[in-house]
Nanobody, 123 residues
Framework: VQLQASGGGLVQPGGSLSVSCVVS????????MGWYRQAPGKQRELVAS???????NYAASVKGRFTISRDNAKNTLYLQMNTLRPEDTAVYYC??????????????????WGQGTLVTVSS
């Protein structure tokens, strides 16, 4: 199972940016998914999460500004970030709880991480 995140970049304060994450592999089912972020010198924190049927939760610091969504047909997770602030600067990581098949056809369950994509909010 692999998670490939993309879409980070440099944006001015008040601007918008969208990041996405594609899950690939011998997938049986993708359960909960989420976006985390880690700023320099800080611990990784949960930004938003979404269940397989679309129920979402947000960190207080991003509620009302960020929107998490997923396309189950495309095995893709999204995060739309609006009204960005300098304190949103961080490496953003996607995470997924996945049921998949091994090389021998057995089912396994695990939590997987994407490689991270850098979001910089600066003028």
């Amino acid at each position: 199972v692999q998670l490939q995140a993309s879409g980070g970049g440099l944006v001015q304060p008040g601007g918008s940016l969208s990041v996405s994450c594609v899950v690939s592999g011998r997938l049986l089912r993708i359960n909960d998914m989420g976006w985390y972020r880690q700023a320099p010198g800080k611990q990784r924190e949960l930004v938003a999460s979404i269940t397989s049927d679309g129920n979402s939760n947000y960190a207080a610091s991003v509620k009302g500004r960020f929107t998490i969504s997923r396309d189950n047909a495309k095995n893709t997770l999204y995060l739309q970030m609006n009204t960005l602030r300098p304190e949103d600067t961080a490496v953003y990581y996607c995470n997924a709880d996945v049921n998949s098949y091994t090389d021998t056809g057995e089912m396994e369950a695990g939590y997987y991480w994407g490689q991270g994509t850098l979001v910089t909010v600066s003028s």
